[in-house]
């Protein structure tokens, strides 16, 4: 499901900042992005990450800096600056050029200017990241709370609706015999056959018919999996990936029963079924 989570806490006056963001996907899929010098972070972030969503691509972005009107230490190692000119001096002894080095070169060189606060020390400010991410988290799992009452209503009304569908196919499933024995009686008339419908092998054939368009079994699997699919639309536990796999079984018992039916009004029914049910597969990818 979809949902955002921002947060900010300020702590040993740095300011650390997260942002959650999740959509739709059948697996879980967690995209961290931390400040370089907090990267060894990542696995402790996207464990945290873990145990609270289970289906989804999660976005977690991390951010610090300096709270208020604080400033780091500005420092200038004047020995690693004598390092580059001499280094560069001797360079140009060498190569028999003069190489010219300014002072914007050496402000850029790495290590000459650095900020004291900038650095920062993992394990310190680690209780600050899960902080901060568990703040992130708690509102982003509030939007998906909200976005999953309304997804639970929709699967209860769709479950409803393919309910009454089945229950007019079980409905209308003994007059398939009927319907059969009296097309079989004028097809025997129309060909100028007279033959007592008690004859053996018209009962023969009837049963045959009977036993190859009997529905029992499948409905009677229908309905023990829209009791478990209901359990699971009630369930506080995740249960996307479970849901998923019961609409796949639906799917296969109503596909069989329109192979059996060889009614066109039962047919019409499992159409309209299987559209329904269609539309709760595609709403089930978003249940975490």
């Known amino acids: 499901m979809t949902g955002f989570g921002r947060a900010e806490i300020v702590l040993d006056g740095r300011k650390f900042r997260a942002e959650v963001a999740s959509v739709n996907r059948k697996q879980t899929d967690i995209v961290v992005n931390l400040p370089r010098e907090l990267a060894e972070l990542e696995p402790q972030v996207r464990a945290l990450v873990g145990r609270a969503v289970s289906r989804g691509r999660i976005n977690v972005y991390l951010a610090c800096e300096l709270a208020g009107e604080q400033h780091g230490a500005l420092r200038v190692d004047h020995d690693l600056a004598k390092q580059y000119r001499d280094a560069l001096a001797e360079l140009s002894g060498e190569l028999g050029t003069e190489l010219v080095l300014t002072g914007t070169?050496?402000?850029?060189?790495?290590?000459?200017?650095?900020?004291?606060?900038?650095?920062?020390?993992?394990?310190?400010?680690?209780?600050?990241?899960?902080?901060?991410?568990?703040?992130?988290?708690?509102?982003?799992?509030?939007?998906?709370?909200?976005?999953?009452?309304?997804?639970?209503?929709?699967?209860?009304?769709?479950?409803?609706?393919?309910?009454?569908?089945?229950?007019?196919?079980?409905?209308?499933?003994?007059?398939?015999?009927?319907?059969?024995?009296?097309n079989l009686k004028r097809r025997l008339a129309e060909g100028g056959v007279e033959v007592d419908l008690a004859d053996e092998r018209i009962l023969k054939e009837i049963g045959i018919f009977s036993d190859r368009s009997d529905i029992s079994e499948e409905t009677t699997r229908l309905a023990s999996h829209f009791k478990q699919f209901s359990k699971y639309i009630k369930s506080k536990e995740p249960v996307g990936r479970a849901m998923d796999f019961l609409s796949q079984e639906l799917n296969r018992e109503l596909n069989t029963i329109g192979s059996k039916a060889n009614s066109a009004t039962i047919a019409q029914h499992i159409v309209n079924a299987k559209t329904e049910l269609e539309k709760m597969r595609e709403q089930v990818q978003n249940v975490e």
């Open 105 to 182: 070169d050496l402000l850029r060189a790495p290590g000459v200017l650095t900020v004291a606060d900038s650095t920062m020390e993992v394990d310190s400010v680690w209780p600050a990241i899960e902080k901060v991410t568990r703040k992130a988290m708690t509102e982003l799992i509030k939007m998906r709370r909200t976005e999953g009452k309304h997804l639970q209503s929709d699967l209860v009304a769709r479950l409803e609706t393919l309910e009454r569908e089945v229950a007019a196919v079980r409905e209308l499933a003994p007059s398939v015999i009927e319907i059969h024995r009296a």
